[in-house]
């Protein structure tokens, strides 16, 4: 754990810093020396240009090679900066380009990818770990990367692992998703009402459940459960129009502001206002069209929140040929997602009371 340890501290040192990506790419080589390979025996490459055909070329940050083969590509993002899906599709073509298994994103997270050589698919996202320190995932992912400990069968395994407990996850967030439903709330009812029937007639457990009022919610987050208003992160990066800024992410208001409005109406009003207005610093309008920082940020389980007007995108997922649309911000137009559940209201409520000020 102590070298996990101390490898959080370097990275959340570059956080605070706001160091730039040169100075943290050193750092990211410095890491992979911490893990016992070496640029002077060539394990660590760093920013070569590979040509690809008779025109073109590769400038992955950092490959990893092991008995003088390639072995993990990894991109780097300054730790100050979210990560985003740009990012991301970037080491996924560095991947395919180098025909490599493995793959680091590296930046507020690490994040581990893998292409399963038996399947046309591309390579996916099986890991994704804060520098949190005695994280145990993080603690895990390292004794992998290790030189002293790294194989490639090894590696494999322990990623095909973690894609099948992605995928269990998936399904089961797809079945509670579907549990929220009146459908899934009556097939519950359901089941109670056949477990009864074991030690009581239909009819006296249908009466009985007659008389309760059975409803569904889903369990806070962890996140909300812990999120506390010194919890703090950065937000924001410099623009012309907005100065850079810490910012912390408030509690919870004790008291709703908006009681007589759906999430869907909240979203559709307070948050289309906060953009239209701009009150949104293009910055974050820029990453709220990223799906994985909208679920972090707002709870959206399969959709950014909002997108280019003359992108391609599921037209019945975002509010959509109305007369008050497109969203109109910073004189581009934008859809809003219109995917909204009870559930998610917690955060809506930060990010507005963070974005009202």
């Given amino acids: 754990m102590e070298l996990w340890n101390e490898i959080c501290f370097l990275i959340n040192e ?115 770990v804060p520098f949190k320190p005695d994280d145990d995932k993080g603690n895990t992912l390292i004794g992998q990367l290790t030189k002293q400990s790294f194989s490639p069968d090894g590696l494999a395994t322990y990623c095909k692992e973690l894609v099948v407990r992605k995928h269990d996850k998936e399904k089961a967030d797809a079945l509670a998703q579907r549990l929220l439903t009146e459908d899934g709330q009556a097939q519950i009812v359901a089941a109670i009402s056949d477990a009864l029937s074991g030690q009581y007639s239909k009819d006296i457990a249908a009466a009985a459940l007659d008389k309760l009022n059975i409803k569904v919610v889903r369990k806070p987050s962890v996140a909300s459960q812990t999120s506390t208003p010194e919890q703090a992160a950065t937000l924001y990066s410099p623009h012309k129009n907005h100065k850079p800024r810490q910012t912390t992410i408030p509690a919870i208001p004790a008291d709703d502001p908006y009681p007589t409005l759906k999430v869907g109406q909240l979203a559709n009003t307070v948050i289309r206002r906060l953009l239209e207005t701009e009150m949104v610093p293009p910055d974050e309008v820029e990453r709220l069209q990223d799906v994985g920082y909208s679920k972090r940020v707002l709870g959206l389980s399969s959709y950014p929140l909002i997108v280019p007007a003359n992108s391609q995108f599921e037209w019945q997922r975002f509010y959509h040929n109305q007369s008050r649309d497109p969203l109109n911000i910073y004189g581009q137009s934008y859809y809003l997602c219109s995917q909204w559940f009870a559930q998610q209201r917690p955060q809506m409520l930060r990010w507005i009371a963070e974005h009202s000020k």
């Fill in 14 to 128: 570059h956080r605070t810093r706001g160091s730039a990506e040169r100075d943290f790419q050193i750092e990211a080589e410095n890491m992979f020396e911490k893990l016992g390979w070496s640029r002077y025996r060539d394990e660590i490459i760093s920013q070569k240009v590979i040509p690809i055909g008779s025109a073109q070329n590769l400038k992955p940050d950092i490959i990893i090679k092991s008995e003088g083969k390639n072995v993990i590509v990894v991109e780097l993002k300054k730790p100050s900066v979210d990560i985003i899906d740009r990012n991301a599709q970037q080491l996924i073509s560095y991947m395919l380009q180098l025909k490599l298994r493995f793959g680091l994103l590296i930046g507020d997270t690490i994040q581990l990818y893998y292409d399963e050589p038996e399947n046309d698919e591309r390579p996916e996202q099986v890991l994704e």
